[in-house]
Structures are given as C-alpha cells and as structure tokens.
C-alpha cells in the first residue's frame, strides 16, 4: 500500500514520546516498540447492564459487563490487538443469593491488509491474564476456571459509520463518525469479548448495550 492510501485509511499517526516508548518496551510485543513511530489505533468500550426483577417477588438478577478494545495498526502491517474487561452478576432469592466475577486481559498480534473499505486481521494470542470467582450466600469465594479463547483469530472488518448520542441519551444526537465493523470467525472462542466490534476510526466509541437497541457514545475522556 502506498503512503497516500495509509493515510486516507488510518490518518493521524501516532509518535510515542520517549516515556511512552519505554512502557510500550515493557509491556506489549517488540513488534509494538519497533513500529511505534507510525501507527493508527481504533477503539472500542463496550458497556452492558441488566436488571430483571422476578414476579411475585421471587428475586432479582443485577448483570454488568465492561469492555475496552483497542486495534493498533502499524505501517509495517503488524497489528496489536489489546482487550480487559470486568463481568459480574448478582442474583437475589428467597432463601440463598450469588455473587460471579471475571476479570481479564488478552494481547494478540499478527497482521492486517486493506483491499478498499475491508480490512482483514489475522492473530495470534500472545498473552492472556484471567480471573474468575464465584459465592453462595455467606460462604467464602471459590475460585473457577475461566472460559477459553481461541489462539488464533481471523477478523474480517467493514468500513462503516454510525451515530453518536449524546451522554444524556441516545435521542441528543450529535451526528455520525466513520468507524470499523469487525467480526471474527462463526467458530472462534471469545470468552466475554463481544462477537461484534464496533471500532472508531479516528477516536474511541461506546457502545451501550444490554437493552433494546445498542446505541453509541463517544468514549470520555481519560
């Protein structure tokens, strides 16, 4: 790809001051510190909450789950795919209640080609950090395995846009901003990471799940 068609695609690159370079050093693949001078990242968070009362005041179930995803592409055609997240679930009964946990984070990286407005990813999980643990009523927390996730993924992503709301609700509405629409493949294991990412092409977007219909934000400020 010639240096025009990179910047159309992933514009505004990004250059790492020397206290950043140190900590990517540390931190992720080398893949990360030796392109660092130019690369474009896409961001995603995902928030989902659900309340359900059950009749006859037999109980109630409290479920969250938060997700940050960020794909940096870098001009070599390396790609860092980082991802954490937190889930948890309450339930309330009449005689006993349980209190579920998940804490994570996973890295892959691998390789990225555009052809027009679809972009492929192919990864490889280079790191991956999990915690899961689950209560009855007043009984100490036992530990449990977390689910799986696929060592290798292929991510297929469609050049797209949607609209922003505001953060007083989705009908404040600000207008649409261009972003990446990924799905990876019918058979990969996910664990809590969604199956559908919804990437914001120059800056980060939120998306609000767990209702009737999805809607976006733009992700606040750090």
Not at 71 to 84: A, T
Not at 190 to 214: F, T
């Amino acid at each position: 790809m010639n240096p025009t068609a990179l910047t159309r695609h992933f514009p505004q690159p990004k250059r790492c001051t020397a206290a950043l370079c140190l900590i990517l050093v540390c931190l992720v693949p080398a893949l990360a510190a030796a392109d660092a001078k130019e690369s474009a990242t896409h961001a995603m968070q995902w928030e989902e909450g659900q309340n359900i009362h059950i009749a006859n005041q037999g109980g109630a179930m409290n479920r969250h789950r938060h997700v940050q995803l960020s794909v940096e592409v870098f001009s070599s055609h390396k790609v860092l795919v980082s991802e954490s997240g937190s889930r948890s679930e309450h339930n309330l009964y009449r005689n006993y209640s349980s209190d579920e946990s998940t804490k994570w984070s996973s890295i892959w990286q691998g390789r990225w080609s555009l052809n027009g407005e679809q972009m492929e990813l192919d990864l490889q999980l280079w790191n991956r950090q999990c915690t899961h643990q689950k209560k009855w009523s007043d009984a100490a927390a036992e530990t449990l395995p977390c689910e799986a996730v696929s060592k290798h993924l292929a991510v297929s992503c469609t050049l797209s846009q949607v609209v922003i709301g505001d953060a007083g609700g989705p009908s404040a509405v600000r207008g649409s901003v261009p972003v990446w629409i990924c799905t990876p493949s019918d058979s990969a294991e996910l664990a809590d990471l969604p199956s559908r990412w919804v990437l914001g092409k120059a800056s980060c977007v939120k998306v609000l799940a767990g209702h009737r219909e999805v809607s976006y934000q733009r992700c606040p400020r750090p």
